[in-house]
């Protein structure tokens, strides 16, 4: 029975976990540790993550919310994203690194468009919420949990 204690612990990796990891995630770059440590929360996206809060603990998305516009789609294209039901936790992640890198950067036109970016995620994670994430026809595509749980993380309205 020691041995046993003994072998789990010599064998568990501390950089495999973090604080603000979920039980199924792994501490990668990618992971909210590395996503919240490496970068500075942009003002921007703080906001964002609180008025999504406290509209989701207000309304619970019971009325179904519009999806996104043919302009707001090819705003998602001109950067490569897809939309957030086709978009994976990994480039999530990532999408969520580089919006955060944009937001402070010097280029006006580059901050104008990750803050637009971010509402056009957020538009479409009430949508994706409103319709009991009924649309959502794959497990492999579940960054619009990646994107939910970083707007909580990051919202001085979290629980």
């Given amino acids: 029975m020691l041995e046993d204690v003994i072998e789990r612990k010599s064998n568990f990796d501390l950089t495999s976990k973090s604080a603000f990891s979920r039980e199924d995630e792994v ?4 992971s909210y540790a ?6 500075i929360i942009p003002y921007s996206h ?10 989701k603990r207000v309304f619970k ?11 707001e789609r090819a705003l998602l294209a001109k950067y490569d994203f897809n939309t957030l039901e086709y978009t994976t936790v990994k480039q999530m992640y990532e ?8 937001a402070v950067s010097g280029d006006e036109t580059l901050k104008k468009d990750a803050d637009a970016l971010l509402e056009i995620r957020t538009k479409e994670l ?8 009924a649309n959502i026809s794959n497990e ?9 749980n970083y707007f909580q993380e990051i919202s001085k309205y979290n629980d």
Avoid: C, H
């Fill in 34 to 39: 590395a996503l919240l440590a490496k970068n």
């Fill in 126 to 133: 009430k949508f994706i919420v409103a319709n009991s994430y």
């Fill in 46 to 55: 703080r906001k964002i993550a609180d008025n999504y809060v406290i509209i």
């Fill in 61 to 71: 998305f019971q009325a179904v919310m519009p999806r996104i516009t043919n302009i």
């Fill in 140 to 148: 492999i595509y579940k960054g619009y949990i990646a994107l939910e």
């Fill in 95 to 102: 999408e969520l690194a580089l919006l955060q890198q944009w």
């Fill in 27 to 30: 501490f990668t770059s990618r």
